[in-house]
């Protein structure tokens, strides 16, 4: 029962960006995740990118309105890393099917669907933000990514005022959703 | 332009950083004019995705640091080169399990290979086998005993582990018992048990391991000494084909056994034991061989693994001498003495069992738990 809320506790930590709680799961499950990939022919780098990418995964859950947990967190990131190994080992033509699973897992496909969602979502706003050019991109990022507010901002960039850093930004916003907006469509 | 500062409009309205105004004024505005409000909706939506995506460009970030945090302190590690050593621990662990199930079998192999060589390697004291009876049969035998005797518990302290068992007989009638100091391997105190399964508690006053003897003297008030034993010990030498015979109890009731006097020494020439032509058991170790003049001419002790009928008793001249050398160390014992003279000669074989029985007990060897 300790150990479920102590779950619980970091999960939610976790939702909130709690950086002790990013620490405590990452030590709890990264060893787990590493000794899985390296068994199944992947490498130390392979083994970070799976295991940063299931804990994003781990963190859209938490953050999710219906998330529930059903299983125990380090059963719930295995699950998530063996389902993106193998996906992983299929594209680059390696797929074997000894591959190791002694632990139990859970059925993941659901989450992993609305992840790879997630994931094309972010791409084509990374590719968006990137195809904008400075200093839009900065500024926009500046804004929205790193939070910072106007007055930061238009002194940094070098602006006169905060007025004329904000109505830059709403110029560069209408490119951004432009450029959004043209592949998102598509994605759909 | 206009566009610009509809958006900003849209974004404070999102926000909710409009004066309540200003708010109601602009939720007409979006009423009645669909392309606003179709710009609004889409404006929240994309503004979801910012955050979506701001938030996880954060944690990406935040996981990276984390990751290098963690390996810095060595709370995770990547281990070195990958091309190289990584290389050689990504085999390790591959093939580990592996590695530790053939390591465990070649283990269990090995162990098991010894363990039957040690088991059917014949020893050379294997050759001789000490005639005590084991811990499992007396303990048995000690059960079945406390079902007919109550006194059994009564004498023994509680914590009491039997370690063999054998046979003995009286050297005094004061209650002094010789018997084999194998048979008393690893305890520390006895009882002996008569044919009539009456049982005195006795102390160990005496262990000889080179003779393999050692003395018991019966300390127990319900022991009434006779006034003198029926047999005597024979100091003279003994002619090869004589006829011998022993009591003993490789059982609970006490056994009888004849044999001959096959040779005058010993296993390997040892000349301090007389081979005998007698079939002996475990548990008979202990036990007087007498001649036909009822007359004590040894301990029996050992027999021989591989031969059958074939036994060993200690010579009662070395009883004689081990008295001698104990009545110098110890003053106390200066009260055993030998009698010579057997007041069983001419009798029958039945009369002369009959009359000695008493003296012939069943050793049980304890130790403290």
Known sequence: MKAELNEQALLKGLANNDSKAIEALYKDNFNMVQSFILNNNGSYDDARDIFQEAMIALYEKAKSESFVLTSKINTYVYSICRRLWLKRLQQIGRYSNQIDSLEETVSVEEDLEIHEKRNAEFAIMDRALNSLGEPCKSLLEGYYVKKMDMQHLAKEFGYTNADNAKNQKYKCLIRLKKLFFAQYNIGE | ?369
């Not at chain 2, 621990?89 to 465990?104: D, E, F, G, H, P």
């Not at chain 2, 005590?132 to 059960?143: D, G, P, S, T």
């Not at chain 2, 200690?314 to 008295?323: A, E, Q, V």
């Open chain 2, 1 to 369: 332009m206009e566009d610009n500062l509809l958006l900003q409009a849209i974004e404070r309205y999102l926000d909710g950083t409009m004066l309540p105004a200003e708010k109601a004024y602009f939720e007409e505005l979006r009423k009645n004019t669909p392309e606003i409000d179709q710009m609004v909706v889409e404006h929240s939506m994309f503004l979801h995705q910012m955050d979506l995506y701001s938030d996880q460009r954060n944690l990406k970030h935040q996981l990276h640091e984390v990751h290098t945090k963690l390996i810095e302190r060595g709370d995770i590690n990547e281990g070195g080169e990958l091309n190289t050593r990584g290389r050689v621990i990504q085999l390790y662990n591959k093939y580990k399990r592996v590695t530790a199930i053939a390591a465990s079998v070649g283990g269990v192999i090995a162990l098991v290979i010894s363990g039957l060589t040690v088991y059917f390697t014949p020893a050379n004291n294997n050759q001789l086998q000490e005639l005590r009876r084991e811990v499992e049969v007396v303990k048995r035998n000690q059960q079945s005993q406390s079902a007919k005797l109550n006194e059994v518990d009564s004498k023994l302290p509680k914590d009491a582990i039997l370690t063999g068992g054998g046979s003995g007989f009286l050297i005094d009638a004061k209650g002094y018992i010789i018997t084999n100091a194998h048979v008393l391997k690893g305890s520390s105190f006895a009882n002996v048990i008569n044919d009539n399964h009456d049982e005195f508690k006795a102390k160990i006053i005496y262990r000889d391991e080179a003779r393999d003897l050692a003395i018991l003297k019966i300390e127990d008030e319900d022991y009434k000494p006779s006034k003198s034993l029926p047999y005597g010990f024979r100091k003279t030498d003994i002619d090869l084909g004589e006829e011998v015979f022993t009591l003993g109890y490789p059982r609970n009731d006490i056994t009888y056994n004849k044999g001959d006097l096959s040779a005058k020494t010993g296993y390997n020439g040892d000349s301090t034991r007389w081979q005998l032509e007698m079939n002996a058991n475990p548990g008979n170790s202990g036990g007087p061989v007498l001649d036909k003049n009822g007359e004590v001419i040894g301990v029996l002790s050992t027999r021989e693994k591989h031969a059958e009928g074939v036994a060993f008793a200690i010579k009662s001249k070395n009883i004689f001498k081990m008295i001698e050398e104990i009545k110098d160390t110890d003053s106390s014992l200066e009260k055993i003495k030998l009698v010579s003279r057997s007041s069983i000669k001419g009798k029958d074989r039945a009369d002369q069992i009959k009359e000695m029985e008493d003296c012939v007990f069943l050793v049980q060897a304890f130790n403290k738990k």
